[in-house]
């Protein structure tokens, strides 16, 4: 039964062998038949392939440094709060990314509250501007500390 579900699948590559070992002659048949013989057990390899794709996207996201996001998840004119890097990531202008502590810079409250362009801190409702950091409303009075950000095709790194 295994081979036989396993037979169409190789039905093509046969083919394509003999029209192959017509050019190439019995080397190339000999290693078709080596491939068919495989051909019985690809979810082994498919299972292989598969925990290597996943290592893949970490490496690669690894590769940078940490990546924080994708550009798309950024809305322009507003922002994403990343609660555990305690920064915020906005989107002034297409294509101009720029982050900021969410660290309130009155009393140091996490700020998670992220309305449009106004990020809120829930201890005493100082707000900032997530686009250019600066105090929309007291009592704080220092504008949110700058991140550094770098655009790596559609990833966002946090340097
Ligand atoms: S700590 Fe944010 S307003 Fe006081």
Redesign the pocket.
């Known amino acids: 039964m295994t081979s036989e579900s396993v037979q169409p699948m190789s039905g093509p590559s046969r083919r394509a062998v003999v029209a192959a070992a017509g050019a190439a002659g019995l080397t190339v048949a000999l290693t078709a038949c080596g491939s068919d013989d495989k051909a019985s057990d690809p979810s082994t390899e498919q299972g292989g392939g598969a925990t290597n794709e996943g290592g893949g996207s970490s490496a690669g996201a690894g590769a940078g440094g940490a990546a924080l996001a994708k550009t798309a998840d950024i809305p322009e004119g507003s922002g994403k709060i990343f609660k555990d890097e305690k920064v915020v990531v906005s989107q002034p202008a297409a294509g101009d990314y720029k982050a900021f502590s969410t660290i ?6 996490p ?1 998670v509250d992220l309305k449009d362009d106004i990020i809120s ?6 707000q900032f501007s997530v686009l250019d950091g600066s105090v929309k409303k007291g ?2 009075v220092k504008p949110l500390e700058a991140k550094k950000v770098t655009v790596n095709g559609d990833s966002i790194t946090l340097a």
């Open positions: 309130c810079t009155h009393q140091n409250c700020m801190c829930a201890c005493h409702g100082s009592p704080a």
